[in-house]
């Protein structure tokens, strides 16, 4: 079955949500990337042995607490693989900031070894692998940043009945994205943190609310309409539930807005925000971002950047 001795492929960091969009919308984000190598080491002794370079937040590196680890795991039982594998995670998606860390490392995984033994699996179902990988980190599997940063542009998540469909629309050219991440120390388990604030239930106006603006972003992606998407961004269930876990986020906001950006909301579960706009605003928007950061003692990074075509083998 083994063809080559070792792969390596690419995955950039997402952002999901999109405002109303929680859990369903992600787009891949071309700022930041992880890299992961796989080497089998031999045949038999089936094992995971991971090793983490650039791992600032002390990610573990046992495969059952690590995203590309579980995704490894997974695919060796599913396919039957009984090697010893060596597996090199260089990060370059700082994790617990929602830019999509973990989905980072668990999508090249996903694909590394899926060329690696020339698995030839459908891009469908490597998200369904990729998506074992957040297990590590939310605690559960969500699908959003990972459809993203494999799959590439933006995607729609949809489980329908019991498969999920994962539809890739191809961003507009002119959408520039700005990401402000502010350096603030986030707890370890900080998606299941993010996650445990939200409402169980909501208000239906809020539901109308929201549905209005997740189609009109998809409307917006459809006829590559940066103005349209930006106004659908709007959300008034998840994002009121989770403001208060980062710092200045009005300020922060409002900054962007007056700079130019054309709607801002936060980048999965935080604590990054992300701002929409058309090219010619975005430098203005960035520091105007991480002035709102400033203003509240908060140092921050801005990254500007668009959308990422997603994963592939290096
Ligand atoms: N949709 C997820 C959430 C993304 O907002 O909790 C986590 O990165």
């Known amino acids: 079955m083994v063809v080559k001795k070792s792969c390596t492929a690419i995955a950039p960091c997402s952002t999901a949500n999109l405002g109303p969009g929680y859990d369903v919308f992600g787009l891949a984000l071309d700022a930041l990337e992880d890299r992961v190598r796989i080497t089998k080491v031999s045949q038999g002794g089936s094992g995971i042995t991971i090793r983490m370079l650039k791992n600032e ?3 573990p590196a046992d495969a059952e607490h690590n995203s590309a680890g579980l995704v ?58 990729a998506a074992e990988g957040e297990i590590a980190s939310a605690g559960t599997k ?37 990401v402000g991440v502010p350096s603030i120390e986030v707890p370890k388990k900080k998606t299941e943190v993010a996650r445990s604030v939200l409402p169980k239930e909501v208000p239906l106006r809020s539901v109308v609310h929201n549905v209005s603006g997740a189609a009109t972003i ?45 709607g801002v909301t936060i980048s999965g579960a935080g604590p990054s925000m992300i701002a929409f706009m058309k090219s010619k605003n975005a430098r203005k928007v960035a520091g105007a971002m991480a002035e709102g950061f400033a203003q509240a003692g908060v140092k921050s990074r801005t990254l500007v950047c668009r959308p990422s075509q997603g994963s592939r083998v290096v």
Not at 81 to 100: C, R
Not at 146 to 168: M, N, P
Request: glycine share 6%.
């Open 57 to 59: 937040l002390a990610i």
């Open 72 to 129: 490894i795991k997974k695919m060796m039982q599913d396919f039957d693989v009984n090697d010893s594998l060596q597996v090199e995670v260089t990060k370059g998606v700082p994790a617990g900031y929602g830019i999509g860390s973990s989905a980072a490392s668990a999508a090249a995984a996903a694909v590394a070894f899926n060329a690696l033994y020339r698995l030839k699996i459908d891009k469908n179902r490597l998200v369904e692998y």
């Open 142 to 178: 969500h699908y959003d940043n990972v459809s993203a940063s494999l799959l590439g542009g933006f995607v729609i998540c949809r489980i329908a009945g019991d498969k999920w469909q994962f539809t890739r629309i191809e961003p507009p050219k002119d959408l520039v994205l700005v």
């Open 218 to 262: 998809v409307a917006g992606f459809a006829l590559k309409d940066v103005e349209m998407i930006a106004s659908g961004i709007d959300d008034v269930i998840v994002e009121p539930a989770r403001k208060h876990l980062i710092p200045a986020y009005d300020s922060v906001k409002q900054n962007a807005l007056a700079a130019g950006a054309l």
